[in-house]
Every structure is written in C-alpha cells, then in structure tokens.
C-alpha cells in the first residue's frame, strides 16, 4: 500500500483490485465538473482472493508462457 515502487509521481493502483473474482465496488461520481471519465472509489468488497495473490498469479502464468 505504499508508493515506494513509482517514487510516489504514480496514483497507479492493481486492475485486479477492483475486478478480481467476486469484488464488488461501490463508485462515488466525481464532484468536478469535466472531469467525466475520473472517479474515486468508495470501497471494494466480497473479494474471493486477494489482489496481491492475483498479481502473482497472472505473473507466474505469463512467465511460463513466455
């Protein structure tokens, strides 16, 4: 949960934090107007695993295809 790997210039956050199997989100609009395609997540729950796992997964499956 720390920006020590994007020197902390980065808001990146895992895809599969938000979209993992059974996550569910709730998303709040974004209160600034043009700012359409932004918004800021309330909460993420009933996730089955959790992300970091997922993240290592998917990696050790793209390893072994390649």
Known sequence: DTDLMTF?????????????PGCVRRVLPP???GMMDDYTYV???GCVVDFQYLE???????ILLS
């Not at 980065?10 to 895809?15: A, I, L």
């Not at 290592?56 to 793209?62: G, K």
Request: charged share 10%; net charge positive.
């Open 31 to 33: 209160s600034a107007h």
């Open 56 to 62: 290592v997964i998917h990696s050790a499956v793209q």
């Open 43 to 45: 909460s993420v729950t």
């Open 8 to 20: 902390n210039i980065s808001v990146h956050r895992s895809w599969w934090r938000e979209h993992g």
